[in-house]
Nanobody, 121 residues
Framework: QVQLVESGGGLVQAGGSLRLSCAASGSIFSINAMGWYRQAPGKQRELVARITTAGRINYADSVKGRFTISRDNAKNTVFLQMDSLKPEDTAVYYC???????????????WGRGTQVTVSS
């Protein structure tokens, strides 16, 4: 199995920055994509950014130009650098890892427990 541990959330003023980290452990060889999702109160969880093992990156339109996803393969860690934060970025941010089908084992998503990001105005 895979375990994901997030860190780096906190309270910042609008225009500030935060850097989130997600460390993966366990059967990490099986993971082919990792990313960040967020969920604000009363709203559905949405994709923020995703990076595949091949290096392909996707961002939500709302964060393009402000957020940067990156990885450190040696440390099995994915980062989300968040700059120019806005109050609407306030949410719980979850690290995600995707495991494709392996033999007869079905594909699955792994999730961290989340880290709170609050941006004050």
């Amino acid at each position: 199995q895979v375990q994901l541990v997030e860190s780096g959330g906190g309270l910042v003023q609008a225009g500030g920055s935060l850097r989130l980290s997600c460390a993966a452990s366990g059967s990490i060889f099986s993971i082919n994509a990792m990313g960040w999702y967020r969920q604000a109160p009363g709203k559905q969880r949405e994709l923020v950014a995703r990076i595949t093992t091949a290096g392909r990156i996707n961002y939500a339109d709302s964060v393009k130009g402000r957020f940067t996803i990156s990885r450190d393969n040696a440390k099995n860690t994915v980062f989300l650098q968040m700059d120019s934060l806005k109050p609407e970025d306030t949410a719980v941010y979850y690290c995600n890892a995707f495991q494709p089908m392996i033999g007869v084992t079905p594909p699955r998503d792994y999730w961290g427990r989340g880290t709170q990001v609050t941006v004050s105005s």
